[in-house]
């Protein structure tokens, strides 16, 4: 840096240092709301800062990040230029090498319901919810490497190190039931995504906001009773604890961590009955269960019907975020997700009839048992996939520059399109749309400000969105 340099950014940083004390002073700062959490019952419930639209949040997660325009964006001069090559693309090179030549969506794209939404035959079942869902196509990622770009998705930040967006919910909101997590994971039956815990976990905020990861076929751990204690001991030995822990706080008041960890026991305690009762199916009529496809002979399939079965149940039950997880990246590429780089064709009809059923089936049960009418359900994925062909093979690299989110429920439209990408579905138009804009208007419809939910760490008001994010105000209903 030379000397000029030096003393324009030494008198531009003491002239915004003193604007913002100003602009403090005078009250012209929105102030940042931190919730007021009550040590002994950190989650229970809490206001939100306006009305709300939504009390109940579900995201779909779709890992390794599904091709756009083999789905949701159809792109007729895409059909129309296959094989050529894609204008100004000379030598491009994208996350894995360079591009080969356009080529059209692999499955046929048809008008579905009344809106004559074009949704490609991949996923017939969730082509039937068009009129009820609300479409993305103007979603943008700030990396094209899945680690980052799910951390993006999920903390709206590319870095390890960050709260994800269910632990922010669950930190300003708490939670409508006392007997479970106000954050739930459901890891898909293959294995966890990426970042594993990334995708949950609660970084700097209390630790009690954290998601805790468990599936229909994977019980939370260590909760069953040793065998050799009995109902009435285990209670007698709740009771007794109980009164230690009453003695205790009484001869020291205003001791919070020792009232939040005798909150995170006596909640593990209670998990102990109920997440059996809601991990047990045995209530649910057949047709429900195999409209799901819980009894499918593709063992893949099943697990993630009964995930969704259990996501359902979960969110009747009050648990303020559900994030349900649809791919693993334990098998390889492409293998156990939707990272589909050398035969797409192949590898999609594999990944599509795993999600396609159960999660309409989810959709509509939501639907028909009035949740929708207060449950936000997000499906995402990290970024989308190329236009064109990787050269040398039948599949489709990363791309961060233009791909498809859909939302349904409370507080949006139906049937409706927001945003768009070029003519071939691989940039995004205006009006481009970020993460941190889709989160921001997740928190939107539950009542929360962006700019003003926010926590103090390490010298800084940090927020779900940083400096930046909009509310879309063209999906709200």
Known sequence: MNRRDFLHCTAGGLGSIALLKLLDEGGLL??????????????????????????????????????????????????????????????????????????????RFRP???????????LPNIAELADDLCYIHSMTARSNTHGPAENQMSTGFTLDGFPSIGAWVSYALGSENADLPAFIAIPDPRGVPQVGPNNWGSAFLPAVFQGTPFGADRPIPNLARPGGINAEEDDATRVFLRALNDEHLRQRPGDTELAARIASYELAARMQLRTAEV???????????????????????????RNCVLARRLLERGVRFVQLFNGSYAMGEGVGNWDGHRTIKAQY??????????????????????????????????????????????GRDHNPHGFTVWLAGAGVKHGFSHGATDEFGHRAVTPAT???????????????????????????????????????????A
């Open 30 to 107: 929105a102030e940042p709301i931190r919730p007021a959490i009550r040590p002994e019952a950190p989650l229970a419930p809490r206001q939100p800062h306006f009305e709300a639209k939504a009390k109940n949040v579900l995201m779909i997660f779709c890992s390794g990040a599904v091709s756009q325009v083999d789905t949701f964006d159809y792109k007729p001069e895409l059909v129309r230029r296959d094989g050529q090559a894609m204008p100004g693309a000379d030598r491009l090179i994208t996350f894995q090498g360079e591009q080969g030549s356009l080529a059209a969506p692999l499955w």
């Open 112 to 122: 579905r319901g009344q809106s004559g939404k074009m949704i490609s035959d991949l």
């Open 279 to 305: 991990a047990d199916f045995g209530n649910e009529p057949r047709y429900i269960l195999d409209r799901y496809g819980v009894n499918d002979a593709n063992r893949v399939k099943a697990g993630f019907a």
């Open 349 to 394: 009809d594999v990944h599509g009839p795993i999600l396609d059923q159960p999660c309409a089936a989810l959709v509509r049960d939501l639907k028909q048992r009035g949740l929708l009418d207060d449950t936000l359900v997000v499906w995402v994925t990290e970024f989308g996939r190329m236009p064109t062909f990787q050269r040398g093979a039948s």
């Open 434 to 476: 970020t993460i941190y804009d889709l989160h921001a208007t997740i928190l939107h419809l539950l009542g929360l400000d962006h700019e003003r939910l926010s926590f103090y760490h390490n010298g800084i008001e940090r927020r779900l969105t940083d400096v930046h994010g909009h509310v879309v105000e063209e999906v709200l």
